[in-house]
């Protein structure tokens, strides 16, 4: 045994350093928020309540397709559809159960039409199972809540197209042409306005 060995087994340094450390910190200011008092703002991307979009004159954007619940890892998903008038799909009942949902966003990005977004709603507990569970009319209705400014930074910053972030040299072989890209990134865009 080393003589820095028995000074720091005799004097008990380690024990010493520990209850410094909790001296210092019972006498700086607590760092906890007080929650239902001083409440933070989400973080840009951040994954919260789900959400169906809405078409200007107030319908779902959604077409039925299916992408988002054949995504989906935990199969919360559930779309019913019916064969509408002129043989288009109409979306009879969406639901989404939320507590089976792992907020992963692949039904996002799986999605087409920008129909399912994930709002930065995040306060929406329950004493019951069944105001988890969201039906078409509750996703529209968190729709309605997300505010109009999350909607242009969601779309515009989270939901585009890849040839929007990549882009080759000159001397690469490319699919189409650049000025077409734009065009269709200016009508993507504007879409989610």
Sequence with gaps: MGV???IKTVFMLEILKGMSLTFRALFRRPVTRQYPKHKR????????????????????????????????????IKIYTSEGADHKKVVDR???????????????????FKAVV?????????????????TKDKLL???DRFS??????????FWKPLFTDFSGSDKQ?????????KKHEDIY???GK
Excluded at 94 to 112: D, K, M, S
Excluded at 118 to 129: A, C, P
């Design 4 to 6: 820095k060995k028995i």
């Design 41 to 76: 703002e989400p973080f840009a991307g951040f994954r919260g309540l789900h959400a169906l979009t809405r078409r200007p004159d107030g319908d779902a954007v959604c077409v039925g397709c299916g992408l988002c619940a054949a995504i989906c890892p935990s199969q919360c």
């Design 94 to 112: 969406y639901e989404i159960e939320v507590l089976r949902c792992l907020y992963c966003g692949l039904c996002v990005e799986a999605c087409p």
């Design 118 to 134: 994930m709002t930065d709603i995040y306060e929406y507990s329950s004493f019951t199972r069944q105001e988890l569970y969201m």
């Design 141 to 143: 209705a968190n729709w």
């Design 148 to 157: 109009e400014k999350r909607k242009k930074t969601y779309f515009g910053s």
């Design 173 to 181: 072989a490319k699919l189409q042409d650049v000025s077409k890209a």
């Design 189 to 191: 865009l504007e879409a």
